[in-house]
């Protein structure tokens, strides 16, 4: 029988049927899309963050998710994601139109650029995208 290359971290990024079809055994978290979803953040938004993590995980790009179904123990105002890919960094925080930076991100944001980093806000997966492989279509 063949090992399992997943990791529960990659099967808790599929959806439900992919997780049994590909990885029957490995138990991924049981949260579920709609249990106990997190103070301020919309399923919408949930959504679009999932698309871009599995994204960037078909890329085989580097990144750092906070999980959503509890409070993050991140530095406050810290973006929903870091990406490394082909050697830079992106802060891509996901806000849904119309949304604006709470105080703690907008300080986490000047801090970042203050030390030469770039912040980016993502309004859809697929902006994330855009924002990390400018060709992605």
């Not at 997943?6 to 599929?14: F, G, I, S, W």
């Not at 993590?53 to 580097?62: K, V």
């Not at 929903?80 to 604006?100: H, S, T």
């Amino acid at each position: 029988m063949k090992k399992s290359m997943l990791t529960p971290e990659m099967v808790h990024l599929m959806s439900p049927e992919d997780q049994i079809r590909y990885a029957p055994g490995i138990h991924a978290s049981t949260y579920a899309e709609d249990e106990n979803p997190p103070i301020k953040t919309s399923t919408l938004e949930r959504v679009e963050q999932k698309d871009f993590a599995n994204w960037c995980l078909s890329h085989g790009y580097t990144y750092v998710w906070h999980a959503m179904h509890k409070k993050s123990t991140a530095t406050k105002g810290t973006p929903d994601f870091a990406v490394l890919a082909k050697g830079v960094w992106y802060w891509i925080e996901f806000k849904l139109p119309g949304e604006d930076l709470s105080k703690d991100q907008k300080e986490w944001r000047a801090s970042c650029e203050q030390n030469g980093g770039t912040y980016y806000i993502a309004y859809s997966s697929h902006e994330g995208m855009r924002i990390v492989d400018p060709d992605c279509r």
